[in-house]
């Protein structure tokens, strides 16, 4: 039987947490492959939003926000400060078809990840960038 999901077939790589990162769940919800890059750490949000849920088996906590925006994701622990998690990031986008990135204007690019070098990698690859303050302005950098 195939699968017959909208964006069946579809990876999106994502480096978003907290509110922004509804929308890799949205993909998700229509049978896109998320991958969630997240720091070495984890994604914060699982534990400063309540209510905390305690796993199933008992072992972990979530909160509820992380449950809801990171449905239907994988994930994958990266540190993007170092030459080796660019390199695994940027094999990622080989093979994806889109990356959405929801962090401070310019953080994957200071990174070694720019539009720009993901196209030399991957030349059909979509990039979407969210900003909670924009992409200009006296806010711009507030995380």
């Not at 480096?15 to 994604?43: F, N, R, T, W």
Request: aromatic share 4%.
């Amino acid at each position: 039987m195939s699968d017959k999901s909208l964006l069946a077939g579809v990876r999106v790589i994502e480096s978003s947490m907290l509110g922004p990162a509804e929308l890799g769940g949205l993909l998700a919800d229509l049978g896109a492959e998320v991958i969630k890059v997240e720091p070495p750490q984890g994604d914060y949000g699982r534990q400063m939003t309540w209510p905390i849920m305690k796993a199933s088996d008992g072992n972990g906590e979530n909160s509820l926000l992380s449950l809801h925006v990171n449905r239907g994701k994988k994930s994958i622990a990266l540190d993007l400060r170092k030459p080796e998690g660019v390199e695994v990031y940027l094999d990622m986008v080989k093979g994806a078809d889109c990356v959405i990135e929801a962090m401070r204007p310019g953080a994957l690019a200071k990174r070694g990840l720019s539009f720009e070098k993901m196209q030399e990698v991957n030349p059909a690859i979509v990039f979407c960038s969210i900003s909670g303050y924009g992409a200009t302005g006296p806010y711009r950098d507030m995380p």
